[in-house]
């Protein structure tokens, strides 16, 4: 995916709240990244590393807070877990899944000095 | 570059300038603090601070306190709740969407253009799949009874652009640089440059990549996402969030299924797997097979815009 651009949306949300909040400096930044966002992970971090060069979350440790992935199977009619979006229904093999949890991308919290 | 909203890349260009944001505006800040500057506003969304919340760092039960400024300091327990000597975590709850800022420009859009009873499409695909041919036969089907523009999306050259001019359709390039995507803030600020009429269709020809477009809402009322069939069938299994995205799929250069190996029955079934409410039409832009169909979508959904103009 967009690795580079997400990581440039993440440092404009630090830089953003340390101005707001007025901190200098983060220590760790906690993302929350759900399995069906086609993030990749290690993608991400290399992109962090780089995008974050001269901001106040400079050399800060990135820990990603994985979410699961669920979907709604209309032909079960309940939550089923599902690890990739348009899988089929582990249940029934249908495809009628709409994704439930797993597909956000947030910047959960930071922990500043 | 804006600091705030760190929207300019310093690389995107509009019709060969460099994107300046001479627009003013405002961010309201957590704080409540209002900073004016130059450009779109995407209206800072900070989620409300959830005090109470267990952080992943801390033991559990661990009380927060939130000072005026909003921010949360984790770690201040009852006595004993921390080993002696160790460094109490500063917490700062954040919340926010990563592409939140995307989203924010392209509800501006959104309502810009729903004031105003513009339909934009966004045409998504890979390079080569004839975005700007269909583009260019579209308009000249459609130009004698509604206004069309176009903003054109490319990493370099304003090629594009210029053969969507020949139509004598209005057409602003806009080049990424080095960004494989339009964002919704280049579009805001396209929007403002081409002033597009009332009651008029607006395509956007975005860059060529069925991966990151997928992610960025430009405001469109719907993303028509181009398959040729010199491309592979599997291609919606293989980038299923563009096909999902999306609610028309083109199938293009139909003129060539003579010579291929093309089964387009295939094509259709993986796209319907992934987003069963995708709508699908074959078209050439070379012919114009399937154009009837294609134009009669265009019309349709035109005058949805035009009946909900709320201006
Ligand atoms: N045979 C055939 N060729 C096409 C068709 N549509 C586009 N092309 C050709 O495909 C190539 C790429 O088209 P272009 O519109 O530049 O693709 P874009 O990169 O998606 O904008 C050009 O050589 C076009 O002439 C079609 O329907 N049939
Ligand atoms: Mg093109
Ligand atoms: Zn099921």
Known sequence: MHEMSLAEGIRQIVEDAGRSQGFGKVKIVVLEIGELSSVEPESLRFCFDVVMKDSIADGAQLQIDPVPGSGWCMQCAETVPISALYDPCPKCGSYQVQA???TEMRVKELEIE | MCNVCGCGTGETRIDGEAVDHEQEHEHVLAD?????HSHGPAGQKWAPVAAGHAHSHGPE???VHED???????????????????????????EQNILAKNDGFAERNRSWLAERGILALNLVSSPGSGKTTLLVRTIEALKRRVPVAVVEGDQQTSFDAERIRATGAPALQINTGKGCHLDAHMVGRALEKLAPSDNSVLLIENVGNLVCPAAFDLGEAAKVVVLSVTEGEDKPLKYPDMFAAASLMLVNKIDLLPYLNFPVDKAIEYALRVNPKLQVIQVSATTGAGFHEWLGWIDARLAEAVAARTR
């Not at chain 2, 409540?32 to 004016?36: D, L, P």
């Not at chain 2, 005026?68 to 700062?92: F, K």
Request: charged fraction near 10%; glycine fraction near 22%; proline fraction near 5%.
């Open chain 1, 100 to 102: 439930t949890s797993g």
């Open chain 2, 32 to 36: 409540g603090t209002v900073h004016r």
């Open chain 2, 61 to 63: 039960g661990e009380h």
């Open chain 2, 68 to 94: 005026m400024d909003g921010s949360l300091h984790y770690g201040h327990g009852p006595a004993g709740a921390h080993a002696p000597g160790m460094s109490q975590a500063q917490m700062v709850k954040i």
